[in-house]
């Protein structure tokens, strides 16, 4: 039987977390505390950025980074999920995606320093290795070794594992229903009390207004926009998108303004849609098509779907 949404309470957590905030949107019977939830959640999103920012000079993001070539790094059980997700992605996106440009994301003012002109060009001239076969993973001992010199970057994965990661400590405090996000990845869980979905806004990709381009209805189901009107830095009176060209080493000249990607889990659904940003609309969709995907793309006077 379903309940009313009279029935019960309406529960609106979140607090900062990876440089923007994390919520969580659910309803329980009267007399369930929230506090205990609230705490979890904070706990385990801040646990996703100690061990994944690359901000933080001693995350185990940076442990990594910072080894020397050939050398076993111990690392968390979660890290090492995300970076096999990221290099399965890698691989399967041909490239588009890919977890070793944390050199190019810091030249170009995206990481946490401004911009450096001998850092673009050395990103631009460097003769790159993908991800995937630059990077070993052991799974059964928990570490990894570089084969080449590469420096990780998981902007493009991190946040929506990190949603998986509140879907997770909702279900474990007892809540299997609720909305839950960071910044701009979102995971639905179950229903609505009266059994519609979780609404969803898909934004109109324009600098001066937030404004809906259109309007999603999610149930067990994740959402994940990348676009190049929100963070982008300026460079000689140019602004340049802050997805990387893993092929050249630098942000994408000529991106779609934005592009949504449906998955069933939010870490899968951040990856590829920075990969379908990459890939542009054509082969974009060509891969969502092959691969089952559900994949938006707006360009900044069309859409396409």
């Known amino acids: 039987m379903q309940k009313t949404f009279t029935d019960l309470t309406r529960h609106a957590l979140n607090g900062a977390t990876m440089g923007t905030r994390w919520s969580a949107l659910f309803y329980s019977p009267s007399g369930f505390g929230p506090a205990p939830v609230q705490t979890s959640m904070a706990h385990a999103v801040a646990e996703v950025d100690q061990q994944m920012s690359s901000w933080k000079q001693d995350s185990d993001l940076n442990r990594l980074n910072a080894a020397k070539q050939d050398t076993w790094v111990a690392l968390p059980e979660q890290l090492m999920t995300v970076l096999e997700a990221g290099l399965a992605i890698g691989r399967a996106s041909g490239g588009a995606f890919d977890i070793g440009m944390g050199d190019a994301v810091n030249a170009w003012g995206f990481g946490p320093k401004p911009a450096d002109e001998a850092k673009i060009r050395a990103a631009r001239l460097q003769r790159r290795c993908l991800a995937h076969e630059s990077l070993e993973l052991d799974r059964a001992n928990l570490r990894a070794r570089k084969h080449h010199t590469v420096c990780f970057d998981l902007n493009g994965i991190a946040k929506g594992y990190g949603v998986d990661r509140l879907t997770e400590i909702a279900s474990q405090h007892g809540v299997t229903a609720g909305l839950f996000a960071i910044d701009g990845e979102l995971r639905a869980a179950g229903t609505l009390p009266d059994g519609g979905g979780w609404t969803v806004a898909v934004e109109r990709p324009d600098i001066a207004l937030r ?67 990459v890939l542009g609309e054509e082969q974009g969709l060509l891969l969502a098509e092959k691969l089952g995907l559900s994949a938006l793309f707006l360009q900044h006077n069309t859409a396409s779907l």
């Open 211 to 277: 404004t809906p381009h259109s309007i999603l209805e999610l149930q067990d189901a994740a959402v994940a926009t990348s676009g190049d009107y929100r963070h982008w830095v300026e460079l000689a009176g140019h602004r340049l998108s802050h997805t990387m060209d893993p092929r050249r080493g630098m942000p994408l000249t000529q991106p779609p303004a934005s592009v949504t990607v449906i998955a069933r889990d939010c870490m899968s659904a951040d990856a590829w849609a920075t990969a379908m940003m």
